[in-house]
T-cell receptor, first 112, second 112 residues
Framework: GNSVTQMEGPVTLSEEAFLTINCTYT??????LFWYVQYPGEGLQLLLKATKADDKGSNKGFEATYRKETTSFHLEKGSVQVSDSAVYFC???????????FGGGTRLMVKP | NAGVTQTPKFQVLKTGQSMTLQCAQD?????MSWYRQDPGMGLRLIHY???????DQGEVPNGYNVSRSTTEDFPLRLLSAAPSQTSVYFC???????????FGSGTRLTVV
């Protein structure tokens, strides 16, 4: 079956530090890949997505590249801010399906 | 504002009680779903619906019922609450053929 594995948190960084949150997946075929962000007390919001191999999704300074050869979709940001503190979820969906399969989530804490 | 509305935001139930979590969307999305979020486990799909009158089970359907009489509403029913159902519940919707899911802000349920 499909599965998504994320690095466990929490990840604690100082403001302006470089961020990487690792995500690897197991799936047949060519799923679409997503990063969702959950701010405290809120629902999940789509951060970025990629639908085919070598696609790069980007939004709000965050980037992730769909790597078919390593089955990975790592999230990166060059300079984090305190306002980026949240829980980040990696997820996949098969193009013909409806279900999102989520990783366990990674909590990011950014200190001033 | 357009989006997914969940009620209530918080609920405490006693073991054996029943209740309905409400979910409504005003975006005319065909696809709606319910997830539960537990620490370290990401979000897991409970039930989903691809249109009015059509529902199906997700990964963890036991103990939950759903129905979809209108496009807008997708209530989740707990018939006899158990402590294992203590969780945060999210409703999400998506347009047919789209990738982007819109999530509600969640219902935090505690079963004592």
């Amino acid at each position: 079956g499909n599965s998504v594995t994320q690095m466990e948190g929490p990840v604690t960084l100082s403001e302006e530090a470089f961020l990487t949150i690792n995500c690897t997946y197991t799936a047949t075929g060519y799923p679409s890949l997503f990063w969702y962000v959950q701010y405290p007390g809120e629902g999940l919001q789509l951060l970025l997505k990629a639908t085919k191999a070598d696609d790069k999704g980007s939004n709000k300074g965050f980037e992730a590249t769909y790597r078919k050869e390593t089955t990975s979709f790592h999230l990166e940001k060059g300079s984090v801010q305190v306002s980026d503190s949240a829980v980040y979820f990696c997820a996949l969906k098969h193009n013909a399906g409806n279900m999102l399969t989520f990783g366990g989530g990674t909590r990011l804490m950014v200190k001033p | 504002n357009a989006g997914v509305t969940q009620t209530p935001k918080f609920q405490v139930l006693k073991t054996g009680q029943s209740m309905t979590l409400q979910c409504a969307q005003d975006m005319n999305h065909e696809y709606m779903s319910w997830y539960r979020q537990d620490p370290g486990m990401g979000l897991r799909l409970i039930h989903y619906s691809v249109g009015a009158g059509i529902t199906d089970q997700g990964e963890v359907p036991n103990g939950y019922n759903v129905s979809r009489s209108t496009t807008e509403d997708f209530p989740l029913r707990l018939l006899s609450a158990a402590p294992s159902q203590t969780s945060v519940y999210f409703c999400a919707s998506r347009a047919t053929g789209g990738d982007g899911y819109t999530f509600g802000s969640g219902t935090r349920l505690t079963v004592v």
